[in-house]
């Protein structure tokens, strides 16, 4: 009978054969089927072993299931009943079912199939594919058809349609497989185009951008990064524009890192040659170009050679390539000199769109998690039945919900300045804004989705959960289109910029929506600590502006985030007043409100910003070992 049991089972039985019979036993020797006759024991028992053989346990773990994101987010409903008619909510929930059903498959596909580089034919020949997947390839066409990019420049709704067009981005992002870095970077090429306006040779570009059609769609790469740096741009950018007598350049250089590189076109910077060859150094010297991606008869790029694709932790799907233009064909749009300040409309998009997807990541990582923790048995009861993780989830919605309203609030700014229904005042917020919630929520999201993953234990861990990505994704949104530090030193830029008046701007709205909910006593912790904040903030500001620049800058980061909490504070607390509101709303609007929301008056009481802070700060960094 051994003899049987090791043919049939090899090692396995080997490691069954004394120590198992005990599992029987002890857990199940009544169990139907359990023979007790001596010769036939040792057999019957091995075949049932739990874990002998194709035997793996009985027990599998529950898998979090992807319900409509439309539907599971009452926030997002709340929020678009409050602002939109009904056809907007339906064509969401539509998309949504879609999401579910189709997209998000396809954005695994695009996931587990990421782009290749096929530089060489096999005869030889230099074609530069970039091969990307079929599921990449259809999100593109989704992209038009669903109009994510037309919403912004139809206004079917007026000052509301960006909402409507970045709420379908957000339900769209987690499931797109980084389909809307492309998606960003279009929107941002057809705002900067529409910005110069729309002639000769960009006309039949923009329509093409903002098309429903997906065989006329296009998207736009934004190549700005040289291999001096991303964040310096002015300094960096080594790119020549060599002037050509029709009108036209051809440029000459090396980008760094070209995002969604099997785009359509791009906008890009590049230095203007004079006669003598000679260029202006510094932001001065920059010009803003737009070229196309063209094919020469044989197949080989026009002007380009794709030096390598980038081996990125997250965006995988995003060819991310090294190019060098060689001769590329461009169209100055900018007046010479003025590239950056052209280019800045395409970072205000960007920027917009890198915190919607943010927020997208935060809602998705907390919509399995909420749907695990009805599912997943643990200690006995449910993970919904354990308060501390309803509070740790609890953490997370509170975070999720400030940071949404904040997203959608420069949003609504953003439409009012493109519908010219802006006032000053609003286009001053809009200034201060952007970067601040690009930055904001670039770091909520991390911490966010983080803390997400744990929530399913080991199996937030593991790659083919589709989880996992999640966080790798999540990485890049403190990075591109500005890091943290960057976008902190642009605010202090727009507030000289402004002489201060984004900041008037600022703390005008914010005292407007706090006054909205004076009276109205559920709300009372909440716009105490909000009011307190801005007081103590507007103190801090009128302090800082007799220092030396530098206390400022040392200043950028936690002011940044003290504008942030504050303004997001007085929206949860303005929304929590809205007649549709739930108590939800209002229990949000009061967690929120008990963080510390003026970090950089607590930093400041403690010296942070005291001309000795730096000196101690390197001393710590280059801190060494003590000798003996
Ligand atoms: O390309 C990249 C990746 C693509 C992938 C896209 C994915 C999108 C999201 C997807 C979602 C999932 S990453 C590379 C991105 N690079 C950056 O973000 C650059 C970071 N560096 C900065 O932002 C710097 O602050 C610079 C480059 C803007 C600083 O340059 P300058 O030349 O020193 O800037 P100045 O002198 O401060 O400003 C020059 C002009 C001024 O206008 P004028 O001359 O009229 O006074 C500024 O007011 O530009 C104007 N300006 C702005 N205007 C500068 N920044 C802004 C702004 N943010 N908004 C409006």
């Not at 599971?72 to 008619?85: F, K, S």
């Not at 953490?395 to 940071?403: D, F, K, L, Q």
């Not at 937030?460 to 890049?476: A, F, H, K, N």
């Not at 007649?579 to 963080?595: N, V």
Request: aromatic share 8%.
């Amino acid at each position: 009978m051994l003899a049987n049991i090791v043919a049939a089972g090899c090692c396995r039985v080997w490691c069954a054969v004394p120590r198992p019979l005990l599992h029987i036993r002890s857990a199940s020797v009544t169990e139907p089927g359990t023979r007790r006759s001596e010769e036939g024991q040792l057999w019957e028992a091995a075949s049932y072993l739990p874990y002998s053989r194709a035997r793996i346990g009985s027990f599998f773990q529950e898998i979090p299931v992807l319900k409509n994101p439309f539907l599971e987010d009452a926030l997002l409903n709340g929020y678009l009943r409050r602002h939109l008619p009904q056809e907007v909510l339906s064509d969401l929930c539509a998309f949504g079912e879609r999401v579910v059903k189709e997209v998000d498959r396809w954005g695994r596909e695009c996931e587990v199939t990421p782009p290749q580089l096929v530089q060489f034919d096999p005869w030889g020949h230099r074609v530069d594919h970039i091969v990307t997947s079929p599921a990449w390839k259809r999100m593109k066409q989704l992209v038009a058809q669903e109009g994510m990019v037309a919403i912004g420049y139809e206004r079917p709704f007026g000052e509301w349609s960006r909402v409507y067009q970045m709420s379908k981005v957000y339900i769209f992002s987690p499931s797109s497989g980084l389909s809307t870095c492309p998606l960003a970077m279009t929107d941002g090429a057809a705002k900067v185009i529409q910005s110069i306006g729309v002639s000769w040779p960009v006309d039949e570009a923009f329509s093409r951008l903002t098309t429903r059609q997906p065989e006329r769609f296009w998207t736009s790469g934004q190549w700005m990064t040289e291999r001096q740096g991303g964040s310096d741009v002015a300094s960096g950018t080594e790119t020549v524009a060599v002037p050509q007598t029709d009108g036209s350049y051809k440029l000459h250089g090396f980008k760094w890192f070209t995002s969604a590189t099997d785009a359509d076109m791009t906008l890009t910077l590049a230095r203007v040659q004079d006669r003598t060859g000679a260029t202006t150094p510094g932001s001065k010297g920059l010009s803003l170009f737009y070229a196309e991606v063209n094919r020469d008869k044989d197949g080989r790029l026009k002007g380009i050679e794709v030096q390598r694709l980038k081996d990125k932790l997250g965006t995988r799907p995003v060819p991310t390539a090294e190019l060098l233009l060689d001769g590329l064909s461009a169209h100055r749009l900018s007046e010479e000199g003025r590239g950056v300040a052209a280019i800045a409309n395409m970072l205000t998009i960007t920027r917009i769109h890198n915190a919607v997807c943010a927020v997208a990541s935060m809602r998705r990582v907390l919509q399995l998690a909420r749907d695990y923790a009805t599912r997943r048995t643990a200690f006995g009861k449910l993970l919904k039945d354990h308060p501390l993780h309803m509070q740790t989830l609890a953490r997370m919605e509170v975070e999720t919900r400030g940071a949404f309203l904040l997203v959608m609030d420069v949003c609504r700014l953003l439409g009012r300045e493109e519908s010219g229904m802006a006032t000053q005042l609003d286009a001053h917020l809009l200034r201060l804004l952007t970067p601040m919630v690009k930055l904001y929520t670039g770091k909520q999201a991390l911490a966010v989705v983080s803390e997400g993953l744990e929530s399913f234990g080991g199996q937030g861990y593991i790659e083919d959960t589709g989880l996992p990505v999640i966080l790798r994704d999540s990485q890049v949104l403190s990075i591109w289109e500005g890091t943290t530090n960057i976008l902190s030193l642009d605010i202090l830029r727009c507030v000289a910029h402004s002489s201060g008046m984004v900041l008037h701007a600022y703390f005008t709205h914010t005292k407007s929506l706090l006054a909205g909910a004076s009276g109205v006593s559920s709300l009372a912790p909440a716009v105490k600590a909000v009011d307190g904040a801005l007081s103590e903030l507007q103190a801090f500001v009128q302090l800082a502006a007799t220092r030396a620049p530098g206390y400022l800058e040392l200043a950028a980061r936690d002011l940044a985030y003290s504008l942030a909490r504050i303004y997001t504070g007085s929206l949860l607390i303005d929304h929590a007043c809205w007649k549709g509101a739930s108590s939800s709303d209002t229990y949000a609007a009061l967690r929120w409100c008990e963080q510390d929301l003026c970090p950089v008056v607590s930093k400041q009481a403690i010296g942070c910003y005291d001309p000795s802070t730096p000196p101690l700060d390197t001393a710590l960094v280059y801190d060494q070992p003590t000798q003996g």
